[in-house]
């Protein structure tokens, strides 16, 4: 079907072949499958409202990857109180559980994330997971430049901290 004879303009195609990405994006900044489904799917919805925008913008997936990182601090915003309330009590501690492997720096990273604050993780997370340049997530977050290089260094100093605690306690347990 052309273009002048789609309804949704491409927004179907468009939906099909970026899912994926905006759900591995997602899942990063929320640290949990769920709610990275539901971040995705709020995202193409608001997408889809703004298809006309959206479909003629130079990079659509840019667009949407937007949409996502601002919805996703609007989210974290309106329910600051239940996650701090959550971090503080309800979280395990990966590092006194992490054995040898990929899987146990993997799991300790994304515990690391969560410990950040939301729109610290997000800046990391468009900045070296996502491998965006500071102009471009400066733009995205609506802040300054060097706020994004200041955050970014202080929470990878915060990463790199939980993640030597849990190689340290790795490498004791195995007895080397």
């Known amino acids: 079907m052309d273009a002048a004879h789609d ?3 491409g927004f179907e195609e468009f939906a099909r072949a970026g899912q994926q990405r905006l759900y591995r994006t997602a899942y990063l900044l929320c640290g949990d499958a769920e709610q990275a489904r539901d971040l995705t799917q709020t995202t193409l919805a ?8 959206a479909g003629a913008a130079d990079h659509p997936h ?6 996502l990182t601002r919805s996703f601090l609007a989210e974290r915003r309106r329910r600051l109180r239940d996650l701090l309330a959550y971090t503080r009590a309800g979280r395990p501690d990966t590092a006194a559980t992490a054995g040898p492997g990929d899987a146990d720096v993997r799991v300790t990273l994304l515990a690391a994330l969560g410990e950040l604050p939301p729109r610290a993780r997000a800046m990391v997370v468009l900045r070296y997971w ?3 340049s500071v102009e471009t997530v400066a733009g995205l977050l609506r802040c300054s430049e060097s ?3 200041s955050q970014c260094s202080r929470s990878l ?12 306690y790795a490498h004791h347990a195995n007895g080397s």
């Not at 608001?46 to 925008?53: A, C, L, M």
């Open 62 to 67: 840019a667009y949407a990857k937007t949409v």
């Open 157 to 168: 100093a915060r990463l790199r901290e939980r993640l030597g605690e849990a190689h340290l």
């Open 46 to 53: 608001k997408v889809f409202q703004h298809w006309r925008k």
């Open 147 to 149: 706020t994004v290089k």
């Open 130 to 132: 996502e491998d965006l």
């Open 7 to 9: 309804p949704d303009g």
